[in-house]
């Protein structure tokens, strides 16, 4: 059965530094989203992605965060100057839309952990 | 957007009993409600969802119930099992597109326990 993909599976880096979170969903989706969840709290929506542009994004995704399709499986999330509050396990998820204006079961990654030092 | 209130945070059962975990929604325009099931260490997983068009779903051991009116829905586990233990997460659309480009807006999830 396909899954999503998401590298690395863990990530540290120092405070103030770039990071790059990947993604592969699965092939024939068209929908793809980024969840943040912090330990032992509640999956947080960032953002949401189609036809190569962001659909959705909440308050949490601010200008240090963006998202790029750079190819025709990828995606990833950047964070361009991370801090110590960013730590995270990052999931990806994608759907497929069968009919326009309904919902579809969102597939998740396992998720990237980032801790940020 | 879209706020979602979940209860309990901890739900311990006797195996072979069954469990209820419940939420309530605040926009009155949400029409789908999955609830995702998470193992520790592990992906979100869907384990069954219900849209506002219907007010009962079931699929096996698991059932979820929808109350439009009063804006909640709750998941229903019966005979509980060992590998039932988990974290239950509810969730609504976050946005208000009506399709695919909604993320989600979860609850603060249940955390499951059964006792053998």
């Known amino acids: 059965e396909p899954e999503v993909t998401q590298t690395p599976s863990h990530q540290v880096t120092q405070m103030g530094q770039e990071v790059i979170l990947r993604c592969v969903p699965i092939s024939n989706h068209l929908y793809f989203y980024w969840y943040r969840q912090i330990l032992g709290q509640k999956v947080e929506f960032l953002v949401s992605f189609y036809n190569n542009e962001i659909s959705e994004k909440s308050e949490i995704f601010d200008d240090q965060f963006s998202v790029e399709r750079p190819d025709g499986s990828n995606f990833t999330l950047k964070i361009r100057s991370t801090k110590l509050e960013d730590s995270a396990m990052y999931f990806c998820?994608?759907?497929?839309?069968?009919?326009?204006?309904?919902?579809?079961?969102?597939?998740f990654g396992p998720g990237t952990r980032l801790t940020v030092l | 957007g879209e706020n979602v209130e979940q209860h309990p945070s901890t739900l311990s059962v006797q195996e072979g009993d069954s469990a209820v975990i419940k939420c309530t929604y605040s926009?009155?325009?949400?029409?789908?409600f999955p609830w995702y099931k998470q193992e520790l260490g592990k992906r979100p997983q869907l384990i069954i969802d219900?849209?506002?068009?219907?007010g009962e779903k079931k699929d096996q051991r698991i059932a979820v119930t929808l109350n439009k009116t009063a804006k909640h829905f709750s998941l229903h586990i019966t005979e509980t099992q060992p590998e039932d233990s988990a974290v239950y997460f509810c969730a609504a659309p976050w946005g208000k597109t009506g399709g695919g480009a909604d993320g989600l807006t979860f609850g603060k999830g249940t955390h499951l326990i059964i006792q053998p």
């Open positions: 926009d009155s325009a949400s029409n789908y």
């Open positions: 998820a994608s759907s497929f839309q069968i009919h326009s204006g309904q919902y579809n079961e969102q597939f």
């Open positions: 219900i849209r506002s068009n219907v």
